[in-house]
């Protein structure tokens, strides 16, 4: 049964950080480009950061570029989602994407609440 499960969410002071992780079962993320995106309520779902396959190459929202970081976790079919000096404005529902070819997959999401 393919799942994508994100978890690492939470309740941060602003500047804090947190960590993300993306698991999957049923195939292997080696094989797919993934993303994370977020939404808030009102608002379209928007790309946060994703990571390509043949070369590993990430790309940034210009919102997040140089506070968060893409990475993969191979050896344990694990996508994280490292988010430091975080901001007000970055809460959000995250939510993780699988993606190749006609094949997409996305988790349920986890919530990330940035306050004081």
């Known amino acids: 049964q393919v799942q994508v499960v994100e978890s690492g969410g939470g309740l941060v002071q602003p500047g804090g950080s947190l960590r993300l992780s993306c698991a999957a079962s049923?195939?292997?993320?080696?094989?797919?480009?993934m993303s994370w995106f977020r939404q808030v309520p009102g608002k379209e779902r928007e790309g946060v950061a994703c990571i390509s396959t043949s070369d590993g190459m990430t790309y940034y929202a210009d919102s997040v570029k140089g506070r968060f970081t893409i990475s993969r976790g191979n050896a344990k079919n694990t996508v994280y989602l490292q988010m430091n000096s975080l901001k007000p404005e970055d809460t959000a529902v995250y939510y993780c994407?699988?993606?190749?070819?006609?094949?997409?997959?996305w988790g349920q999401g986890t919530q990330v609440t940035v306050s004081s």
């Open positions: 994407n699988a993606k190749r070819g006609w094949y997409n997959y």
């Open positions: 049923g195939f292997a993320l080696d094989f797919y480009s």
